[in-house]
C-alpha cells in the first residue's frame, strides 16, 4: 500500500507548530535517505517520519481524553512518561487515520527509547530523528557518520550519549532504552 505523503504533510501542518511541522519534514528527508541506503520502502519511511510526534504538541487534556478512548494506563500522565506518551498516541491515531501498518506502528511508538527487537523500519525512524539536519548536540557528527555504516552502532551511541545527558540533568532515564542499549550490544557482538 502506498500513503499519499502530500495528504499527511497538509494534515500535520494543520496540527503542529511551524517549528515541529518543520522537524517532521527534517525527518522524513532523513528517513528517506536510510530507507534508500538501507534498501526499504521509502513511502512507509517517509510516512512514519512525518506522523512521528503527531501528538507531541497535544494538551494534557487531549491527552487526557486519548488515554481514555484508546483505554490506555492513566500512569502514561505521569511526568517520567511524558516523552512516551505522543509516540503512543501517534502510533494509535495513524493506525485508525491512515490504515498504517504493524510495523509503521511500533516504528512511531518506540521512536524516542527504541526497543529490543526492532525492525529496520523502526532503527531507521528512531535514527532520523535524532540525526535530522535541524538537530546540533555534541556527539550527533558521530552519529550520522554511523547510521550510514552501521544502524545498531548508531543507535547504541545515540543511547549512550542520551544516557549520559539525563544523567549529566538528573532525569529519569526509560528502561526501555537501557534495555534497547542492551539488545543492540549483544546482537552487535555476535
Known sequence: MKYDLEKIKA?????????????????????????KHYHIDINKCAACALTHDLAKEFSEE???????K??????????????LLH????????????????????A???????????????????????IEKGKNYPGITLERTLAYQNLNKAIITCLNN????????QKPINNLALLTKEFLEKETNK
Open 11 to 35: 494534515d500535520i501542518k494543520e496540527s503542529l507548530s511551524s517549528y515541529r511541522y518543520n522537524h517532521s519534514i527534517n525527518v522524513m528527508e532523513e528517513a528517506i535517505k536510510l530507507g
Open 62 to 68: 487531549e491527552n487526557k481524553n486519548l488515554i481514555e
Open 70 to 83: 484508546y483505554n490506555l494506563s492513566k500512569d502514561l500522565l505521569n511526568e517520567e512518561n511524558k516523552n
Open 87 to 106: 509516540g503512543i498516541l501517534s502510533s494509535l491515531i495513524v493506525k485508525e487515520k491512515y490504515n498504517f501498518t504493524d510495523d509503521m506502528c511500533a
Open 108 to 130: 512511531i511508538k518506540y521512536h524516542t527509547t527504541g526497543h529490543p527487537g526492532m525492525s529496520l523500519l523502526a532503527k531507521i525512524i528512531y535514527l532520523a530523528d535524532k
Open 162 to 169: 542520551q544516557i549520559k545527558n539525563l544523567t549529566l540533568k
